[in-house]
């Protein structure tokens, strides 16, 4: 949730002087169409951190994210180098969307929380195949141990 809610705040200040981050950042790596791209990276912020922080369309909301970091990250390499203190942030924010991206938002999420509301009987489904599969191996073992003694 942190990550998500910490991040917001990145796509207000793009939103609050577009023209100005197109040209500061955008432009500097070489993107086409610099006010375009500028505001896909507000909004990607503004709109993908709050649904990490919720955990609804994590996966989909985290890849935007990630993506928006590796960005910022190469902005930061062509101006300082390979300087901790400028990609230092921007690196902990793309592992913490990295994560998402691969691991999705958990149990305890919105997106658990509709999947498990929507797939309900298939999970039930699911739970008495397991249970009949425990069944069979526990029997199957008890046979073996009566052979061996």
């Known amino acids: 949730m942190v990550v998500g809610l910490m991040m917001i705040h990145n796509g207000l200040d793009k939103l609050g002087n577009i023209e100005s981050f197109a040209e500061a950042y955008v ?89 498990n509301l929507l797939d309900n009987q298939a999970l039930t489904q699911k739970a008495k195949q397991i249970m009949l599969l425990e069944k069979f191996y526990q029997a199957s073992s008890d046979k073996k141990e009566a052979q061996v003694r």
């Open 27 to 115: 432009s500097y790596i070489g993107l086409p169409f610099p006010i375009f791209f500028s505001y896909v990276a507000a909004f990607t912020e503004l709109i993908g951190a709050p649904l990490v922080a919720i955990g609804l369309f994590t996966r989909p909301a985290a890849l935007g994210l990630f993506s928006t970091m590796l960005v910022a990250m190469y902005h930061h390499i062509l101006v300082a180098g390979f300087s901790v203190a400028y990609l230092e942030l921007s690196a902990i924010y793309a592992v913490c969307f990295l994560f998402f991206l691969i691991n999705g938002a958990g149990l305890f999420s919105t997106d658990a929380l509709i999947l």
